[in-house]
Structures are given as C-alpha cells and as structure tokens.
C-alpha cells in the first residue's frame, strides 16, 4: 500500500509562486509514474504535471511555460514549481502515483492541498 501526502497549499498573489511536494511512503516496486491533479469547483479534475521514474514529463498546455515538475526517485518526492499564478489557477491539487507493478489501476492518490489565488 503507497500513501501519499501533500505540502505546500495555500494562500498566494497573482503572478506569485508556490512550490507543492507531495511524498510517498510504502512500497513502489519497479518503474512508476508521480503527478499532480487538480479540481477547480464546478470543474473536472485534470491533469496538471506528471513525470515518470525515468524522468519523462508531461504536462497540461496551459501550464507548461509556468509549471515545473521534478522528483527525487531515491526519496520518492515528486514537487510541483508553479509561477506566475493566477486566480485561475486555484484548485484542490491532488498528488498522484501509478507504479507499474501491483498497484490499483487508478493508481494511488493524494488527500489534496488547497491552492487559492487571491489578492
């Protein structure tokens, strides 16, 4: 069973910054994928960065010139770095992992952590 836990919400201006980390504990075997979600209200939840053990990324349109995702493999730490923020980018952001092996389909997610903002 992997667990999954978020750090780095909160309260922030327009055109500020704000880092997300997000840690795993329990088992991962072989090659996995971590990422970040969210789901602003009234919104469907979507994919905002993801990245795979190998160190491959993706990432959603509207946030590739201003989001970056990295993760320390060893630790298991997958960070989301977010500039220039806006009030559209206020969400519930959800961590989320998919290792390869013996895991659920959906993979494994996060409680989420609040990104409001607001000036």
């Known amino acids: 069973q992997v667990q999954l836990v978020e750090s780095g919400g909160g309260l922030v201006q327009p055109g500020g910054s704000l880092r997300l980390s997000c840690a795993a504990s329990g088992t991962i075997i072989g090659t996995y994928t971590m990422g970040w979600y969210r789901q602003a209200p009234g919104k469907q939840r979507e994919l905002v960065a993801q990245?795979?053990?190998?160190?491959?990324?993706n990432y959603a349109d509207s946030v590739k010139d201003r989001f970056t995702i990295s993760m320390d493999n060893a630790k298991k730490i997958v960070s989301l770095q977010m500039n220039s923020l806006n009030p559209e980018n206020s969400a519930v952001y959800y961590c989320?992992?998919?290792?390869?092996?013996?895991?659920?389909?959906?993979?494994?997610w996060g409680q989420g952590t609040q990104v409001t903002v607001s000036s």
């Open positions: 989320h992992t998919k290792p390869r092996l013996f895991s659920p389909s959906d993979g494994y």
């Open positions: 990245i795979t053990s190998g160190g491959s990324t």
